[in-house]
């Protein structure tokens, strides 16, 4: 079958593609038959600057220590990162963003427990 039936969606996601599988005939066919979308990922290394340049296009500054600090909360969740980011830029009303507001305002998201009854143990 050449076409796929119009109400099947076929959703494939992979790692990045290297040029040589990118030009395979299956690719090609879902390239021609429907909608290829590349997604590229933020390096974790890289999180603090992403974070600081997302700071200034919202015209608020950040230290160093502050994006990393939320970096270390998110664990890699960009949609964390830019909603603590603007909840931080209203926040800040203007200042420069700095550890004590991130420590005071963002959620350890990285931290979650999904058995909440035992949220008095102490974790290991």
Same mark, same amino acid.
């Given at each position: 079958?050449?076409?796929?039936?119009?109400?099947? #969606?076929?959703?494939?996601?992979?790692? $990045? =593609?290297?040029? /040589?599988? @990118?030009?395979?005939? !299956?690719?090609?066919?879902?390239? +021609?038959?429907?909608?290829?979308? %590349?997604?590229? %990922?933020?390096?974790?290394?890289?999180?603090?600057? !992403?974070?600081?340049?997302?700071?200034? @296009?919202?015209? #608020?500054?950040?230290?160093?220590?502050?994006? +990393?600090?939320?970096?270390?909360?998110? &664990?890699?969740? =960009?949609?964390?990162? /830019? +909603?603590? =980011?603007? $909840?931080?830029?209203?926040?800040?009303?203007? &200042?420069?963003?700095?550890?004590?507001? #991130?420590?005071? %305002?963002?959620?350890?998201?990285?931290?979650?427990?999904?058995?909440?009854?035992?949220?008095?143990?102490?974790?290991?």
């Amino acid at each position: 079958m050449t076409r796929p039936p119009p109400d099947t #969606v076929c959703l494939v996601i992979t790692d $990045k =593609l290297d040029r /040589k599988t @990118a030009e395979t005939p !299956w690719v090609r066919a879902f390239e +021609q038959h429907g909608v290829c979308v %590349s997604i590229g %990922s933020v390096e974790t290394a890289a999180l603090p600057g !992403w974070l600081r340049e997302r700071a200034r @296009a919202l015209a #608020v500054e950040m230290e160093p220590e502050a994006a +990393q600090l939320i970096v270390e909360r998110v &664990e890699g969740n =960009l949609l964390a990162a /830019k +909603q603590e =980011l603007e $909840k931080l830029a209203l926040l800040a009303n203007g &200042e420069r963003i700095g550890t004590e507001l #991130v420590l005071r %305002s963002v959620g350890d998201s990285a931290r979650y427990d999904v058995f909440p009854a035992r949220a008095g143990r102490r974790r290991r």
